[in-house]
């Protein structure tokens, strides 16, 4: 797998995995430093599971939003498409010429 095809070969599994291992890493990180901090024990928890939630939001926003980004357009032909079509085109008009 070479690294430009990377961000194609994620599982949804391996999303989730990745967002929820996120959001508690995070969280962890805002325990710690909220711990430090003089506030309530209830402000503390309360606080880390909201940056947990909120990780874990933004990181599902993400993946969504890059999902759609490769994704390929709607109503657009390749190109092996385009040139199928610009042949048939060719076919008709050669046709019509020749009064077919």
């Known amino acids: 797998m070479t690294r430009s095809n990377f961000l194609y070969a994620v599982t949804a599994k391996q999303c989730l995995l990745r967002n929820i291992t996120l959001a508690i890493c995070n969280g962890a990180v805002s325990l ?8 309530g024990l209830a402000a503390v928890i309360t606080n880390t599971f909201l940056i947990m939630v909120a990780t874990y939001g933004v990181s599902v926003m993400f993946d969504r939003i890059f999902t759609w980004l490769q994704s390929p357009p709607k109503g657009l032909h390749s190109s092996r ?13 050669i046709e019509r010429d020749r009064g077919v």
């Open 32 to 39: 710690v430093i909220l711990l430090i901090a003089p506030l």
């Open 81 to 93: 498409d385009s040139a199928s079509l610009y042949r048939q085109e060719d076919v008709r008009e």
